[in-house]
């Protein structure tokens, strides 16, 4: 069962530009994680934003996040070649005791330089 | 600093084979987690465990077993392995002090089943 759908499936902007994807969720949940993925590799965890909480910054990104809509958003701002990737938004649904996450199906990034 | 290994980076199988996926953690982490990943599905969880020979079935668990024997490894079994098991697999740990509900992970294992 696929929890969070991602928002748009690719995107492509220039270097220095900034970069917004978009999560939606249908249960209720404690939190939300961005994780990022480079070709072929595994995830690494970004930024985790809980129910309570309506905005979070970590460096350059910036994660929204609406429980009223079931929905959160996660922007890079100046993008770099780097920030290249696949971005996945995980969610821990109403049951939460054994860090179980459920991941949307991502949106890969590109960058050009 | 914290590491996911997982014991192959590509494998390549034939269809019938018992395949072993090997994980192991440093973190002392209570959780592991397999899932699998494939083109336009994202990441799936096969099984998961929140204890040493605890095991809890995630969303596709048919045609895979686990064994958590030690707290740092989880293995994944794929018991006869089938074309369709051709992925890329995943395992994941969580449970550090302050931040339990964040996930690490390995650089994952291409499998190629023929």
């Known amino acids: 069962s696929q929890q969070g759908e991602e928002d748009p499936q690719a995107l492509s902007i220039q270097e220095g530009e900034n970069a917004t994807m978009n999560c939606s969720y249908k249960t209720s949940i404690n939190n939300l994680q961005w994780y990022r993925q480079n070709s072929g590799r595994g995830l690494v965890h970004l930024i985790l934003?809980?129910?309570?909480?309506r905005e979070k910054h970590s460096g350059r990104l910036r994660v929204t996040l609406d429980t009223s809509k079931k929905s959160s958003s996660l922007l890079i701002t100046a993008s770099r070649a780097a920030d290249t990737a696949s971005y996945f938004c995980a969610t821990d649904g109403p049951s939460s005791n054994t860090g179980k996450l459920i991941f949307g199906q991502g949106t890969t990034l590109q960058v050009k330089p | 600093d914290v590491k996911v290994t997982q014991s192959s980076r590509y494998l390549v199988k034939r269809t019938g084979e018992k395949v072993f996926l090997e994980c192991v953690q440093d973190?002392?982490?209570?959780?592991m987690f397999w899932y699998r990943q494939d083109p336009g599905l994202g990441l799936r969880l096969i099984y998961f465990s929140y204890d040493v020979k605890m095991k809890e079935k995630g969303d596709i668990p048919e045609g895979y077993s686990v064994s958590r024997e030690k707290k740092e490894r989880f293995s994944l079994i794929l018991e006869s392995a089938s074309t369709n098991q051709t992925s890329m697999y995943l395992c994941?740990?969580?449970?550090?002090?302050?931040?339990?509900?964040?996930?690490?992970f390995g650089s994952g294992t291409q499998l190629s089943v023929l």
């Open positions: 994941a740990s969580s449970g550090a002090e302050g931040s339990r509900e964040k996930l690490f």
């Open positions: 973190m002392d982490h209570e959780n």
């Open positions: 934003i809980r129910s309570n909480e």
